[in-house]
């Protein structure tokens, strides 16, 4: 069983940044693709980024690209989620996925196969 543990989330105001870390229990880390999704009050999780196995390939919503950067690494289980110029549509809460596939559609939130409890992001106009 893979535990999945985000950290990171606090209370930001406009135009801020905060980084957002996941860390993964188990050897296999490093062969699972990674995702951020995001969950805003009253609305919908929606798929925010994603990270290959190696690091080698990235996607993002277009809604947080050129803002938010996602890395990893994999001696330390974790995978980050930079997030820069923040503003309050940002405010959700934000889960960490692991997908034991390489080659799933990362905004499919249905192909992921542990996920965190999620880290409380607010950004404050």
């Known amino acids: 069983q893979v535990q999945v543990v985000e950290s990171g989330g606090g209370l930001v105001q406009a135009g801020g940044s905060l980084r957002l870390s996941c860390t993964a229990s188990?050897?296999?880390?490093?062969?699972?693709?990674m995702g951020w999704f995001r969950q805003a009050p009253g609305k919908e999780r929606e798929f925010v980024s994603r990270?290959?196995?190696?690091?080698?390939?990235?996607s993002y919503a277009d809604s947080v690209k050129g803002r938010f950067t996602i890395t990893r690494n994999n001696a330390e289980n974790t995978v980050y989620l930079q997030m820069d110029s923040l503003n309050p549509e940002d405010t959700a809460v934000y889960y960490c996925?692991?997908?034991?596939?390489?080659?799933?559609?990362?905004?499919?939130?249905?192909?992921?196969?542990?996920w965190g409890q999620g880290t409380r992001v607010t950004v404050s106009s």
């Open positions: 996925a692991a997908d034991r596939n390489s080659g799933s559609y990362g905004p499919n939130e249905n192909v992921y196969d542990y």
């Open positions: 188990g050897r296999t880390f490093r062969y699972f693709s």
């Open positions: 990270i290959s196995w190696s690091g080698g390939s990235t």
